[in-house]
């Protein structure tokens, strides 16, 4: 299986600021990485696919990049409805797997 | 619009089988390149894929439950069903499944089915 690892677990921080949160594969899935926020009781919701490419309907303050083994999403310019769980997914090959997940918090 | 929803039992005892059905609207699961997945998520624990339905009938599982899920689909019926047998406590989620779309993206979700094994 692909091992998918987020960074950091958890952060802090405070509306308007800019948040990095990253991915990291245990192999290469070329660009077959989606993100997805996910927010209490709520199904996840997909942010970015093919690791860059924003969803729409998606603010453009999302964005996301990498390849082979190394991601990143970036948050600019935080609003309140932002604060939830993120997931990185590899779609490379199965079994799928998920990140442990990034909960963003208000500091 | 696509849509997707979750039914299926809410407790299930330990040891018994669990039946989900997924129902969706909004495209056919006859269509090139289209699946249905199945998706849990323990309380409190990150997201865990489990099967995926391909429009051609194949069929893919988690290797770790492969012996104890089947996945099925009824096109006319537009919906897909996922068994789980001798279901364990460590089984409690919430279950969820979602379109993959022919460019291998999951993209429209259900709102999901909490499932809690208990005796």
């Known amino acids: 299986d692909i091992q998918m690892t987020q960074s950091p677990s958890s952060v802090s921080a405070s509306v308007g600021d800019r948040v990095t949160i990253t991915c990291r594969a245990s192999q290469g899935i070329n660009t077959w990485l989606a993100w997805y926020q996910q927010k209490p009781g709520r199904a996840p919701k997909l942010l970015i696919f093919g690791a860059s490419n924003l969803e729409s309907g998606v603010p453009s303050r999302f964005s996301g990049s990498g390849s082979g083994t190394d991601f990143t999403l970036t948050v600019n310019s935080l609003q309140p409805e932002d604060f939830a769980t993120y997931y990185c997914q590899q779609t490379n090959i199965f079994p799928y797997t998920f990140g442990q997940g990034t909960k963003l918090e208000i500091k | 619009q696509i849509t997707m929803k979750e039914s299926g039992p809410t407790l299930v005892r330990p040891t018994q089988t669990l039946t989900l059905t997924c129902t969706f609207s909004?495209?056919?699961?006859?269509?090139?390149?289209?699946?249905v997945g199945w998706f849990r998520q323990p309380p409190g624990k990150a997201l865990e894929w489990l099967a995926l339905?391909?429009?051609?009938?194949?069929?893919r599982y988690r290797p770790s439950l492969e012996s104890r899920l089947t996945i099925t689909k009824d096109t006319s019926k537009n919906q897909v069903v996922l068994t789980m047998t001798n279901m364990d406590p460590a089984d409690t989620a919430t279950y969820y499944c979602?379109?993959?779309?022919?460019?291998?993206?999951?993209?429209?979700w259900g709102q999901g089915t909490p499932v809690t094994v208990s005796s």
């Open positions: 339905i391909f429009w051609d009938d194949d069929k």
């Open positions: 979602a379109h993959r779309d022919h460019e291998v993206t999951v993209r429209f």
């Open positions: 909004g495209f056919s699961l006859s269509t090139s390149a289209v699946g």
